[in-house]
């Protein structure tokens, strides 16, 4: 059906792909055993007919890689995504992700048309602050999904064009692909009125791992991206070794929707996986009740003079001061220190908060090492065609 202002309603029918129809059949995620029963073939040096896709990493701090999705790696996902959110033929969306991308290739294409739930498309092919509540009242969402970025520019507009918690019958909003802040998080909940779902995930586990749940499915933990679903996940320390609850180290995950490997590139594969756990680069600590907590990237720390400083930790602290929109951290050279603290912020329409202002907040919250040596306020920052903050382009613009 065509809807107003340019945009088409999509259901799902027979030209649906048979991979998400075939994961609709069993919205139960499979076990974390039955995922490491089911090992995809360990081959990558060339693709064979159990593949479906090969997607590209993001390379927003290294080069991209291609990483081979088999049918069963996207169905799995699927199935988990669909289980997740207890989504059904009564729910719609609409796509603002690129569909490039497993975000918006599985999460807000794939898994709603799986479970005969209805997508918009937007008239341009990609996400538009003015025309997407508009969107939202044409395909009567019950959930969307979208990056950090997205959401805080939806929050930025709201006082001018969010047109009441009647436009559509929203049950929950998703994010993902990027940390969310937790003041962004808390003013979306005000503004919409509805729960605002952390979840996580990654290429290479075609897409989601974890994620919170909606309402009535357990306690939603604040800074948690939720509990796995379907995927085994570790913690794991410098040592190898396995930490406990609570501890950070990095997060490995295995099962069924784990790629075999890198395409073409034996050399990654052996760095990034391991008796089929991948090794995500991310850190994190898991509590006894199985949530995950999010503390930054391993390759994305900040040494400075042996403190070793996470970015994602000093930009949440920023964010959440006044009239701060958005915040980036990346390491300035330094001949003493090795590295010193920089960043750089956006402000609100109007808020006008000097440098000094947001560094005086940040002193009371942040360890004296983890303040900003430098600040700069600029009116955007760099992002990937998916939204999500480009580091590498952050450091290249600001850091010399």
């Known amino acids: 059906h065509s809807a107003p202002g340019a945009a088409q309603r ?14 609709a059949s069993d919205t139960v995620p499979r076990t974390a055993s039955d995922a490491a029963s089911d090992p995809a073939p360990r081959i990558t040096s060339s693709l064979s007919a159990a593949d479906a896709l090969v997607l590209f990493t993001a390379g927003t701090t290294d080069r991209a890689k291609m990483v081979p999705l088999t049918h069963a790696n996207v169905a799995a996902s699927v199935r988990g995504i669909c289980a997740g959110y207890e989504l059904g033929p009564a729910d719609a969306t609409v796509a603002v992700m690129p569909l490039f991308h497993g975000h918006g290739l599985l999460a807000a294409l794939l898994a709603p048309l799986a479970t005969g739930g209805c997508v918009l498309l937007p008239a341009q092919g990609r996400f538009s602050a003015h025309t997407f509540w508009d969107d939202v009242r044409a395909g009567g969402a019950t959930w969307f999904t979208a990056v950090p970025t997205i959401h805080e520019i939806l929050l930025e507009r709201a006082a001018r064009e969010y047109p009441g918690p009647r436009v559509a019958p929203l049950r929950f909003v998703r994010s993902c692909s990027a940390p969310l802040s937790a003041t962004t998080g808390r003013a979306l909940e005000r503004t919409l009125g509805v729960p605002v779902l952390s979840a996580y995930g990654m290429t290479e586990s075609t897409h989601q791992a ?5 309402p009535g499915r357990g306690t939603r933990k604040s800074g948690s991206v939720g509990r796995s679903t379907g995927v085994d996940l570790r913690i794991v320390g410098p040592d190898g070794k396995d930490r406990p609850p609570g ?12 790629t075999r490997g890198y395409l073409g590139d034996p050399a990654e594969t052996a760095r990034g996986f391991t008796d089929g756990w991948f090794h995500t680069g991310d850190l994190g600590s898991l509590d006894r009740d199985g949530e995950l907590v999010l503390t930054g990237r391993i390759k994305d720390l900040i040494n400075r003079g042996g403190e070793k400083i996470s970015p994602e930790h000093v930009e949440e602290v920023l964010s959440g001061g006044p009239g701060v929109a958005e915040a980036a951290v990346y390491p300035v050279p330094d001949a003493t220190y090795g590295q010193r603290v920089g960043a750089a912020v956006v402000t609100r329409d109007g808020a006008g908060p000097d440098a000094e202002q947001i560094l005086a907040y940040c002193r009371d919250r942040l360890a004296p090492y983890e303040v900003p040596d430098r600040l700069e306020i600029t009116r955007a920052l760099p992002h990937t065609v998916k939204g999500a903050l480009d580091r590498q382009a952050v450091a290249e613009r600001y850091a010399h």
């Open 247 to 258: 501890a950070v180290g990095e997060v490995w995950v295995r099962g069924a929707t784990v």
């Open 210 to 214: 974890t994620s919170q749940r909606p």
């Open 10 to 23: 999509t259901a799902a029918d027979t030209a649906a792909p048979r991979t998400a129809s075939d994961a």
